[in-house]
């Protein structure tokens, strides 16, 4: 590996696709994101493309690509692929080279991932089927309220109170908010409603024990997420740096760091 | 790290007398439903066989039809028309399959039998609730839209040690169908048929279990996906001389594998257990994911739940009784905990998963913690795929292929 070796990593997630670059440090010289689309491999190639111009590098300048999310097949330059449970695993390590819980809150599942003190995973879930309690929850009833995405984390902070959400259905739940708009509650305190109730999908789904470290986009746009689960968990909880970025990360280094594209 | 496709998928040569015989099997009771030359009963999948053949009956089950409907993926369009009708989404969609196919007058039957219109008209419909109260339920329409008897037995649930008084109590309500099945053929039940009968099930049911437990071989002759399809005559023809007779040919064939050195899938690298119902319109999928991914899914609770080694033809009320309440499906946790542990051991398992099917809550042995207390107590690695066995509507393909993908990561890892 020499100082002028550049690794790649794509992800092409439910709702967005993300690219970065690292050099030869592991560290990250740049990245992009991008609403994933309809053709995850015309999507793929704008973003990398996107962010070798900002590096100043080409294609001839990556050693290796990894790919990875839901459209991890069809990045057709990519040497290889991992899942993302991998991926968010390997990210979280470099930053918390310890055991760690690390929780996903992505576009259209939940991942939560134990792993162990070498950097291994013991075990991983995902989410049921349904969405409720994912990034597309919040989109969903966001819009039907007419609140822009990027001012639900302002707006719950505003919060007096916190309206309970009562169901887990994402349907249901926008038909509970018309019950509490009717009764005169706060848009704020209904917004923070439904972060907890995003917070209480996740507390479902495992006892989050140990150290925990939050990944993903929902996250990296409403920290408040964070701190409303600190408070649950009664501990604090981390942030990933670049939280949003953790997939393409992730691939980013297993391309750095594995010469073969396959386990074989 | 998956691979293209690009099956690995190395077939059984049995499996054309498997076909030959299942083939038989419904041209002989729809030819008897037609001419009624023979009387026709309906029989839940473990359920009391043995005595409605040596009764005088054809047996049918409809469940294998249920089955059938998943596996050509015809049952997530017939489901709805169930459900119209006030059967819930959230019942067996074997049922709700099935029930939509007789509405509609679509049976996979007639597209792989051409002059079988679909499933032979009943005489009696025979239940046992050892796997689960929607049996009855399934036949009690049957009942209704026939108007011919439905009769059954009620089985204790959650059981943990079988005793004396379990016994007692299913080889009695067995004995009180007789009466009935009596007035339906018209004929004394035969006790020395009826041991006859107990005796050859017994036979097909030793050789099952020995096929299922070839799989302990390194590597494995066999997948669960090939045991979906071979155990047919099993299910359908227990009781039966052909399906003792077809046992002892593919147990031939896999011995032979097995000394040859051949593995069901190529580089056989990670072994698995497939705990809960196949996703029948899923199959080939999955098998070729693991294959791609070296991964041999090898053993399966599904297939042994056909794996009867209490039949005794010297007793055959008694046998009948404790074969069909010793099954997994009917025990308590501790029972199952036990089971799955030497399982784990016997097939040497890497990780086990538990498909946690929608409308099969009696069939996913996820739901009381199985998976933590396997993963905490034999440091077993488990993963919980959410789907179903016919409703396609339940299973996201996306999800359960990333799910399985990392998984086999996470073992590669160790």
């Known amino acids: 590996m020499s100082q002028k070796d550049f690794y790649g990593g794509v992800d092409i997630g439910a709702s967005a696709t993300k690219s970065v670059i690292l050099n030869s440090r592991k560290q990250l010289l740049a990245s992009d994101v991008r609403k994933t689309g309809v053709d995850f491999e015309a999507c793929s190639r704008e973003s990398m493309d996107a962010v070798l111009a900002s590096s100043n590098l080409t294609h001839q300048d990556l050693v290796q690509v990894f790919s990875t999310g839901y459209g991890r097949h069809n990045v057709g330059f990519a040497n290889a692929s991992r899942t993302e449970i991998a991926c968010h695993s390997k990210a979280v390590f470099h930053f918390f080279p ?19 003190a070498q950097g291994r995973r013991e075990n991983f879930k995902m989410n049921r089927k349904c969405a409720a309690g994912t990034g597309a929850f919040l989109e969903e009833v966001a819009q039907r309220m007419d609140i822009p995405l990027d001012r639900i984390d302002s707006m719950a902070r505003q919060a007096t109170e916190v309206v ?36 209480k999908r996740i507390l479902e789904m495992d006892p989050l024990s140990g150290e925990v470290v ?16 600190a408070r649950h968990l009664q501990h604090p909880v981390n942030i990933l740096p670049n939280a949003q970025l953790a997939g393409a990360f992730g691939a980013a280094l297993f391309a750095s760091e594995e010469p073969e594209p396959t386990i074989d | 790290m998956e691979k293209p496709k690009g099956s690995a998928f190395k077939k059984i040569q049995a499996t054309k007398q498997m076909k030959e015989l299942m083939e038989q099997h419904f041209r002989e009771m729809d030819e008897a439903a037609k001419t009624k030359s023979r009387k026709v009963a309906w029989c839940t999948s473990v359920g009391p066989a043995e005595l409605l053949r040596a009764a005088g009956f054809l047996v049918f089950f409809p469940e294998n039809h249920g089955a059938m409907l998943g596996a050509t993926r015809m049952a997530t369009d017939l489901i709805p028309t169930a459900n119209a009708i006030g059967y819930s989404p959230d019942i067996c969609s074997y049922l709700t ?50 108007n011919v008897p439905v009769i059954g037995v009620q089985t204790h649930r959650g059981i943990g040690n079988i005793t004396k008084a379990h016994i007692d109590s299913i080889s009695a309500q067995f004995k009180g169908l007789v009466p009935k099945l009596e007035e339906i053929t018209g004929k004394k039940l035969d006790m020395d048929e009826f041991k006859r009968v107990v005796g050859l099930s017994r036979q097909c049911t030793d050789l099952w279990k020995e096929v299922l437990e070839i799989a302990s ?80 899914v090898l053993a399966s609770t599904y297939c042994s739940s056909w794996v009867f080694p209490a039949l005794d033809p010297d007793d055959p009320f008694d046998s009948m009784a404790r074969a069909y309440i010793e099954l997994l499906i009917v025990r308590d946790e501790d029972y199952k905990e036990r089971y799955f542990e030497d399982q784990i051991r016997h ?35 488990t993963l919980v795929i959410n789907g179903d066995l016919n409703d396609l509507r339940c299973y996201s393909e996306e999800q359960a292929r990333t799910n399985i993908e990392a998984f086999i990561e996470q073992l590669a890892e160790k």
């Open chain 1, 164 to 199: 309970h959400m009562g169901s887990y259905c994402t349907v249901f739940t926008k038909t509970e908010i018309l019950a509490h708009l009717r009764v005169g509650k706060k848009l704020p305190d209904i917004v923070a409603g439904l972060i907890e109730s995003v917070v």
């Open chain 1, 214 to 229: 939050l990944s993903g986009g929902v996250i990296a746009h409403n920290p408040v997420m964070a701190e409303m689960l």
């Open chain 2, 97 to 146: 399959a099935d029930v939509g196919s007789y509405i509609q007058g679509k049976s996979p039957l007639s597209k792989a039998y051409p002059g079988i219109e679909g499933p032979p008209r009943p005489d009696a419909l025979v239940f046992n609730t050892n796997q689960c109260r929607d049996v009855q339920d399934w036949f009690n329409y049957y009942g209704r839209e026939f």
């Open chain 1, 98 to 116: 310890r055991r760690t819980t690390v929780v996903d809150v992505g576009g259209q599942d939940n991942k939560i991932i134990h792993i162990d």
């Open chain 2, 347 to 381: 097939y040497r398992i890497d990780g086990m998963i538990f498909h946690d099917a929608k409308t099969c809550p009696n069939n996913s042995n996820n739901r009381y913690g199985m998976p933590e207390r396997l993963s905490k107590n034999h440091s077993l690695p």
């Open chain 2, 217 to 296: 071989a390194r590597p494995s002759p066999l997948t669960f996906f090939d045991g979906t399809i071979q155990m047919g005559p099993a299910v359908v023809m227990r009781g039966e001389q052909r399906a003792v007779d077809f046992y002892k040919l593919l147990l031939a064939e896999l011995k032979q594998r097995v000394a040859d050195g051949v593995g069901a899938i190529d580089n056989e690298r990670f072994r698995l257990y497939w705990e809960g119902m196949p996703i029948w319109g899923k199959l080939r999928d999955l098998s070729d994911q693991f294959s791609s991914l070296n991964t041999c």
